[in-house]
């Protein structure tokens, strides 16, 4: 069961998260004036990586705030949570600072 | 026009025994208003009505007492649970909307839809802890701290009165589970 | 490829089992291959098998980056249904169906088909409907399927509580009396030597790098841990890793990996003779031959090539599985684990064309593989040796997630794979 | 049976303390502190159990949780009645207390004469893999004929077969510091972490006591007292401290992420007082800041003909049998080892009054102090000698040994008659928790072992579980790697204690001169894995050890190779002529020991499985004979019979009664969210269909989502209660996710809207009253709201109150029909529903459940969200599309709705759906074709998703979704049944005309 930090409440375990997938798909401005290709790509494809990912999780049992979270899919290990609307955090710049 | 004003209120739930060490007691019907605000929009103004909303995330305030007694327990950046007496929640309720008239929030009487329980007893962190995962060390969570956190399969928040004494609130369908769960992990309690 | 047999194996047995030979060769990769399939799991080493066998494509090489049947293939919970809603899903794992039926004579392998039913309940009204509808599409598709009562799945799965105090009162079930369980190991070590014997190349401890393409953008060959292989067409099917392996080629597919969990107990004398499966409360059980209760668990909720999910899926599908046959709490987990499963938006497999000329995928079975392993190598092994799509993969395309003509078996019925 | 191998004294057995145990309907004497093993031994019974496959006579082998073989089925409670009984219990770990009932396993018809035992003559045929390569003809015959009786002779004991009485306790726990093992270096560990009273350390162990290999231990000595006295002192220590949790007979079985790791603490199972209900045991789910991990080591077999035999043992279980349980195993002992510490072992035996001999495959120049102080205590040893084989039927008799020449020839073979064989071929450090936590190992050559290399989660090993041995380098270890533990320094001082015997010569299969083809040298003891069977293995071209484990079984077992993993792994290297790391190691996965399903699941068993929500109004119901049913989480009314009434015919009663006078029904479940904000009219038109700003505060209208896929999500009325504020309600089953879809909207694309949701599912009770005389019931009961047609029309809302209790009141309707939803504060719930029943009786109010709700509102055509769409459904699809904006520019899954296929001809719409014999009830699910007479694979059109007899339309009525269906109504087609096809009609998916007031007015 992963520990994730919740940016308002501090660490707590992952039964009180739902985890919404990838983070940083910005739904578009103005749907209609995008492609059939475009749209399903923003639906559906995923980065899917090996290694760091942008992802989303909801602190559900516990305020009821959406958040981002850069993890690594490897080690599941969460390098850093942030506030959702903040940009990702430089991976590198956070492994410089380790 | 009949004179019905008869309907007297059930509680979701009538008390359980249980025999070890802790109690765990219902707590009768109480005046709840789930208040949400933007921090930004509260500005530092955060004692509305009497009740004390600076408190930082995951904190209970109280003031006042007795029948005045008015408690926030702010569950997250813009979302505190205020307590009442049950008899004093449609006042409390004109008057937070008065003063926060000019701000956008939003004010929603959820007195029914919660019901609460007292477990106290030397015991009483084990037996929340069998089914609430988080750290209720009094350093982790000392007395004055409130969450919304899990028991079991069941949504709850959870307040430390006192280091041996807290409320465990679910919703009211959820109430009997929680209620059976925290007597059967009384049974067991180290 | 010597043959194996009751006679063979008196034979061997007289002489102390000296004579048995390498079940696959290992060899040296060569510089250039007709058919490169990146990925040996079950799936990957049956596309080899078919291809060999059925299109006489023979210059093929199974790439494996650590050991064949080592992923999903000898990680799952060994179930073989076909009864899909949908004719696309339905005809897919019916042709797979068929194949197992006579896989074991086909690879003269005993693969362990065991057609020992596979029985769904149902505990709502809604999934009485849903299931209803699968019975009933199954039949004009000519897939056996029937409804029973609860008192007909007591009957056919005795260990079965169909208490009406039950949390979730068994309502009824769908039994697919051909569907069962196979030995997972068995087919792909059957598949392989079966390819191996007609020239395929098994090529294990070798991951595939990146993908070298013509100066008009197709295929050349692979860069791989052990060097540059030469291919004309190359077909991935790395399951969980697909992603990875296709971000190596330069595309992002839609698909996204999660841990999926399963387990056994201790082995026990038989106790439970078919194959159960309860979507409600999520749990999957059948005994293996080794007399292990085999049950299966669900994923986890995020993103992870770790084969390592959280405790709490495992209680839950526990207590699900003890919910229904409560004499079960006393037996133990003996062994967990997890695997990678690669997971679609409509939770129905891609098996086709690339945007890459000569690059095929073959993925997104997600929790569901192994009981499509022969009927996705055959298709699979069509597209590869004609370079279209055979009528039975036609349908899954990559592309139906622009136009949106989704599989989706999930949403329509609520049940897992 | 009496204990005549019990010695006089000594042992950590209380004397005062008596008990049996039941074994095989025997009664087997021993005391407090036995194991059944322990109590076997003292009886002189080393025949134990039969093996998995060749049912062979089998002993016991170890003293703790790597037995293998020692398999019982224990009946814990036999006096408390049936269900108390589990197979596969290790006698060696299982507490021996009065009542216990144990029976031995996999034999037929007795222990001693096993007819299964006919297995071990084929055993030439039962090769590795045998059954891959037979068994194939006839086709059918694998899963008829061969697969029962190779099913029949697997499995060891037999399954529970009754629903289990005992409980099962969950902890959650949190610990600064959380140690595994409490042999020498877990204490010591602890001890340093503990130190600092703010530190919170528990400290798990598996045994019933702590100590660890020092239980066994008389001889050694620390800080100049004897080692047991400093366990006690650390124990006592310990105790003393607040900060410490210290669990026995507490296994660490799963290292999750995040330092969650999982304990399984045996809290009843060894106590013959244990009050009924108290847990069986309980699983601790400890969060640890750090982890030290002291688990230890296991003792290695050798590899020789017939090393199963009953009475050959692991060296140093032999050892703790004699000075921990003070029991002889036997008369006469040989010790066969390549390990200097099973000299321990030879000399604590010969002091306890065994007859001892040494066989030691190392020369002796290799042997260190170990070989004088053996012979010094006037033991034979026999250096540089193999054991060729065992003899002996169910009991070792003696070795046939032979001195192993410079060129590694086979010298002359003696035979040295014993009735116990105490075996070492070293040392593996026990790394399961280390590699579960993701930790790399590496292969250590100097001690032919893996042990932790880089950690991958906060935590460390200390002592023999990273390969230390000796007892002075492993409390030191122990001691810093408690102080690391806690941020302290890691260079504690150096420990006094006595020096061990340590360093051995990794042997893999003893030197024999016998046909290795003939011959059975158990690898695994339980799977009954040969050297044989992994040649064979190898040969046949699995060489990855992953490979060979599956093909032969080895490390599959019940104890999960923690006897046979190094064994086998060397076995490969040395026939691969490859290193060891280049075979690879298999990753352990959790559970460590096997762990019974009961103390995973805990507490969420019978009542406490999955919650059942219940209405306020719930009570009412059940008192006045409502069936229910169960949807999601809740359970509802389904209907309401009365005397002699099947569910027909109650749903025929109550649905003509909705459209003759009045039904009430309870419609709590809905899910409400209360949406308010100066944005909210705003949020609304992004997350619906439909258009918002135009509803007047007090209108209501039915509300359409989607996903961003365009596929029909949820639907529900929504009322606006103000400007700034709607009463959205959902689906039953729909609310929790409802709500989060619009939080994660709200949250994550529109930050910037002032707009809050509540979910109000649970403070409201609701009580629909349909039906042309629902006004008049009502009336009464209203106050400060106007009920007429004009003042309160359909589809508008007001609050006031009913009965004296406040209200929010919706003239809508679900049926058709005139109709109320009356919300009120949920306590009070039960007292209007009942207020209002009561004066209804005076119109012919009726109860009714869901099933007549879903008659009532299909014989209507509408549709409800989950049974007429699947999720592959768009609004045009079910008929719905007047609900979706064609002006506003974008709401979530409005640019799905224009991908090519969403929009192709042909794709499934709702329709009515008629049959030929209108007493005909097609089935719900029955799919729909153009031409029965076809052949199979037939084309499907369509399938029925809601059906039903229709008391008020006087047949049946069903409602389909049919490829193209509305340009087909009045088409003739065929929906299957249970034996065949029956005929309808397709026709508009209304079926119903309402008389008088209609809700559509």
């Avoid at chain 3, 897939?143 to 005795?158: Q, Y």
């Avoid at chain 3, 069962?180 to 070798?206: E, F, K, P, S």
């Avoid at chain 3, 909720?301 to 390592?308: H, K, W």
Wanted: glycine residues 10%; contains cysteine.
């Amino acid at each position: 069961m992963l520990l994730i930090r919740c940016p308002y409440c501090g660490e707590r375990p992952e039964t009180e998260f739902h985890c919404g997938g990838e983070a940083h798909i910005a739904r578009p401005d103005t749907p209609a004036d995008i492609s059939d290709a475009d749209w399903g790509s923003f639906l559906y494809t995923r980065t899917n990586p090996k290694g760091l990912h942008a992802e989303r999780w909801l602190h559900a049992h516990g305020c009821g705030r959406w958040f981002n979270a850069l993890r690594d899919t490897v080690s599941d290990a969460f390098v850093t949570t942030y506030e959702m609307g903040t940009p990702r955090p430089d991976p590198i710049s956070e492994t410089a600072k380790a | 026009m009949l004179d019905v004003n008869l309907a007297s209120r059930a509680p979701a739930l009538a008390p359980r025994s249980s025999d070890a060490g802790v109690t765990v007691a219902p707590l009768g019907p109480q005046g709840r208003l789930s208040l949400r605000i933007k921090p930004a929009a509260l500005g530092d103004d955060t004692a509305i009505d009497g009740f004390d909303l600076s408190g930082p995330i995951n904190s209970r305030r109280s003031a006042g007492d007795g029948a005045a007694t008015r408690t926030a327990l702010r569950l997250g950046p813009d979302e505190w649970m205020l307590l009442c007496p049950a008899d004093d929640v449609e006042e409390r309720s004109e008057a937070l909307a008065a003063a926060l008239n000019d701000t956008a929030h939003s004010l929603v009487d959820v007195s029914h839809r919660d019901v609460s329980f007292v477990v106290a007893g030397a015991e009483a962190d084990s037996v929340i802890n069998a089914g609430c995962p988080i750290d209720l060390a009094l350093a982790a969570f000392p007395v004055g701290a409130a969450t919304r956190t899990l028991l079991g399969k069941a949504e709850i928040v959870l307040t430390r009165l006192a280091e041996d004494r807290f409320t465990v609130t679910s919703w009211r369908s959820f109430a009997p589970y929680v209620q059976g769960f925290l007597v059967e992990a009384a049974r067991h309690q180290l | 490829m010597r043959r194996f047999s009751l006679t063979s194996l008196l034979k061997e047995a007289a002489s102390g089992h000296q004579g048995w030979k390498r079940q696959w060769r290992a060899p040296e990769p060569k510089k250039e291959y007709d058919v490169v399939i990146v990925g040996g799991g079950g799936h990957g080493l049956a596309t080899a098998y078919y291809l060999a066998t059925v299109h006489g494509v023979t210059k093929v090489a199974v790439l494996e980056k650590g050991w064949i049947g080592g992923g999903n293939t000898g990680r799952n919970t060994t179930i073989v249904r076909s009864n899909y809603l949908f004719d696309e899903s339905a005809a897919l794992y019916e042709h797979a169906m068929k194949l197992w039926e006579g896989l074991s004579q086909e690879l003269n392998y005993n693969v362990m088909f065991s057609q020992r039913g596979v029985l769904m309940l149902v505990h709502n009204h809604h999934d009485v409907i849903s299931f209803k509808r699968h019975v009933y599409a199954n039949r004009l598709n000519g897939i056996d399927n029937e409804w029973l009562t609860p008192e007909e799945c007591k009957e056919f799965c005795p260990p079965l509580s169909i208490s009406p105090d039950l949390r979730y009162p068994v309502l009824g079930g769908a039994l697919q009396r051909r569907g069962g369980t196979a030995r997972h190991d068995a087919v792909a070590w059957g598949y392989a030597r079966g390819a191996d014997a007609r020239g395929v190349d098994i090529i294990q401890n070798c991951e595939v790098l990146g993908l070298r393409r013509t100066s008009d953008g197709a295929v050349a060959g692979v860069e791989t841990s052990r060097g540059f292989i030469g291919a004309k067409r190359v077909g991935v099917v790395a399951a969980g890793h697909t992603g990875v392996v296709m971000s190596r080629f330069g595309l992002k597919m839609p698909v996204e990996s999660v841990p999926l969990q399963a387990l056994v107990s201790e082995p026990v004398k038989p106790v439970f003779p078919c194959v159960v499966m309860s979507n409600a409360v999520h749990a999957y059980i059948s005994q293996s031959d080794k007399g292990e209760l085999v049950i299966g668990a669900g994923t986890d909720q995020y993103v992870s090539y770790s084969q390592q999910g959280g405790i709490q899926i495992v209680s839950h599908t526990l207590d699900a599985i003890c919910e229904l046959f409560p004499q079960f709490t006393r037996m133990r987990m003996l062994r967990s684990w997890g695997g990678i499963v690669d997971v679609t938006p409509d939770r129905s497999p891609i098996l086709g064309k690339t945007p890459i000329p000569g690059l095929f995928v073959n993925c997104g079975w997600g929790t569901g593989g192994f009981k499509a392993t022969p009927g996705s190598g055959h298709v699979f092994a069509h597209t590869l040796a004609t370079g279209e799509p055979h009528p039975i993969n036609a349908p899954f395309s990559l592309d139906r997630f622009r136009t949106g003509r989704l599989i989706d078996e999930a949403a329509a019925a609520a049940v897992a794979h | 049976m009496s204990q005549p191998f019990r010695r006089a004294s000594g042992g950590r057995i209380d004397r005062n303390r008596p008990l049996t145990v039941s074994f095989n309907g025997k009664t087997l004497e021993g005391f407090a502190g036995d194991t059944v093993a322990s109590m076997l031994l003292a009886s002189g019974q080393h025949l134990a159990g039969r093996s998995f496959k060749y049912h062979r006579p089998r002993g016991i082998l170890s003293h703790g949780s790597d037995e293998p073989s020692a398999l019982l089925s224990v009946d814990w409670r036999h006096d408390r009645g049936p269900g108390y009984r589990d197979p596969n219990n290790r006698a060696s770990v299982v507490e021996a207390r009065d009542g216990l009932v144990v029976k031995t396993q996999n034999h037929w018809p007795s222990l001693a004469l096993d007819i299964g035992a006919v297995n071990d003559l084929l055993s030439p045929i039962f090769v590795a893999g045998f059954y891959y390569k037979t068994f194939m003809w006839p086709k059918r015959f694998w899963d008829k004929v061969y697969e029962p009786i190779i099913r029949k002779a697997a499995g060891l004991g037999e399954a529970p077969e009754y629903p289990d009485p005992d409980h099962y306790a969950n902890r959650h726990a949190h610990a600064d510091v959380l140690i595994v093992g409490a042999g020498p270096a877990g204490l010591a560990a602890a001890l340093t972490a503990s130190a600092d009273a703010s530190k919170r350390v528990i400290l798990a162990d598996e045994g019933a006591e702590p100590g660890g290999a020092l239980l066994n231990d008389l001889t050694s000595t620390i800080d100049g007292q004897p080692a047991m006295d400093w366990v006690e002192d650390a124990v006592a220590t310990l105790d003393g401290r607040e900060n410490v949790i210290l669990l026995p007979r507490t296994t660490g079985f799963g290292y999750y992420n995040h330092n969650h790791v999982c304990l399984v603490e045996r809290v009843s199972d060894h106590r013959a007082d244990a009050p009924e209900g108290l847990a069986r045991e309980r699983l601790w789910q400890v969060r640890a800041r750090q982890v030290v991990l002291a688990t230890g080591s296991h003792e290695r077999p050798l590899v020789f003909e017939n090393n199963d035999k009953p009475g050959v043992m692991l060296a140093e279980s032999l050892r703790a049998y004699v000075n921990r349980w003070a029991v002889l195993p036997g008369d006469a002992l040989i010790v066969v080892t390549a390990a200097a510490s099973a000299y321990r072992t030879a000399l604590d035996a010969k002091a306890a009054g065994m007859r001892v001999e040494i066989v030691d495959i190392r020369l002796g120049a290799d042997c260190g102090p170990e070989l004088a102080a053996a012979r010094d205590a006037g033991i034979t040893v026999r250096t540089g000698h193999t054991v060729i084989r065992a003899l002996g039927g169910n009991r070792v008799g003696a070795l046939v040994v032979a001195p192993i020449g410079t060129d590694g020839s086979i010298g002359p073979k003696l035979t040295l008659d014993c009735d116990c064989v105490a075996m070492s071929g070293g040392w593996t450090p026990s790394v399961h928790l280390f590699s579960q936590s993701r930790g790399k190992l590496a292969f250590d050559t100097e001690i032919d072992a893996f042990v932790p290399d880089k950690s991958v989660q906060a935590e460390r090993s200390a002592g023999a579980c990273r390969g230390l041995y000796d007892l002075g380098a492993v409390l030191a270890d122990g001691f810093a790697a408690g102080s690391d533990a806690i941020g302290g320094a890691a260079s504690p001082q150096p420990v006094e204690a006595s020096a061990a015997f340590t360093g051995f010569q990794p042997v893999r299969v003893l030197p024999s001169d016998a046909d290795p083809s003939r011959i059975k040298a158990f690898v695994d003891f339980q799977n009954d894995v040969t050297v044989k069977d992994i040649k064979l293995a190898v040969r046949e071209g699995f060489e990855s050890i992953e490979h060979v484990k599956r093909y032969t079984t080895t490390g599959m077992a019940t104890d999960q190779g923690k006897t046979s993993n190094m064994n086998a792994l060397g076995l490969v290297a040395g026939i691969l002529n490859r290193p060891i790391p280049a075979v690879g190691t298999t990753t352990f996965r959790p559970p460590y020991t096997p762990v019974s399903f009961g103390a995973l699941i805990g507490p969420a068993r019978n009542e406490l499985f999955d919650p059942v929500r219940k209405t306020p109004i719930d009570g009412w119901a059940a008192q006045n004979g409502a069936v229910f049913e169960p949807v999601g989480l809740w359970r509802r009314a389904r209907y309401f019979p009365q005397a002699g009434e099947d569910m027909q015919a109650a749903l025929a009663r109550e649905t003509k009664a909705v459209r003759s006078t009045v039904g009430i029904f309870d419609a709590s479940t809905l899910g409400k969210i209360e949406v308010v904000g100066p944005d909210a009219a705003e949020f609304m038109n992004r997350i619906y269909t439909n258009a918002w700003n135009k509803l007047k505060t007090g209108g209501c209208r039915y509300g359409l989502m989607l996903r961003e896929d365009g596929f029909v999500y949820d639907d529900g009325v929504v009322a606006r209660l103000a400007e700034n504020r709607f009463h959205v309600t959902t689906t039953t089953g729909g609310a929790p996710r409802v709500l989060r879809h619009m939080e994660d909207y709200l949250q994550t694309e529109w930050p910037d809207l002032d707009v809050f949701l509540t979910s109000i599912t649970e403070q409201w009770a609701v009580i629909a009253l349909q039906g042309p005389k629902a006004r008049d019931v009502l009336e009464p009961f209203v106050s400060e709201i106007e009920l007429s047609e004009t003042a309160f029309p359909h589809m508008t809302v007001k609050t006031g109150s009913v009965c004296g209790v406040p209200c929010r009141l919706f003239r809508v309707s679900f049926t058709g029909e005139l109709g109320y939803e009356v919300n009120v504060p949920a306590d009070y719930g039960e007292a209007v529903w009942t207020t209002l029943f009561n004066a209804g009786q005076k119109h012919g109010i009726t109860p009714y459940g869901t099933e007549a709700m879903h008659v009532l509102r299909a014989e209507v055509g509408y549709i409800v969200v989950g049974q007429e769409t699947d999720g592959t459904a768009t609004p045009d699809d079910v008929g719905l599309s007047g609900l979706v904006s064609k002006v506003k520019p974008d709401f979530v899954g409005k640019r799905s709705l224009s991908r090519p296929d969403m929009v192709a001809a042909g794709r499934r719409q709702l329709v009515g759906l008629l049959t030929k014999d209108p007493n005909e009830v097609l089935d719900e699910g029955a799919q729909v074709v153009k031409d029965p007479g076809q052949p199979i694979p037939m084309k499907m059109i369509g399938h029925v998703t809601s059906s039903y007899r229709s008391e008020n339309c006087g047949r049946s009525i069903a409602m389909a979704m049919i490829d193209d269906g509305r340009a087909r109504i009045g088409e003739t087609v065929f929906a299957t049944t249970p034996t065949g096809f029956t005929e309808a009609v397709i026709a508009p998916a209304v079926f119903y005309e309402v008389k008088g007031e209609t809700a559509d007015a």
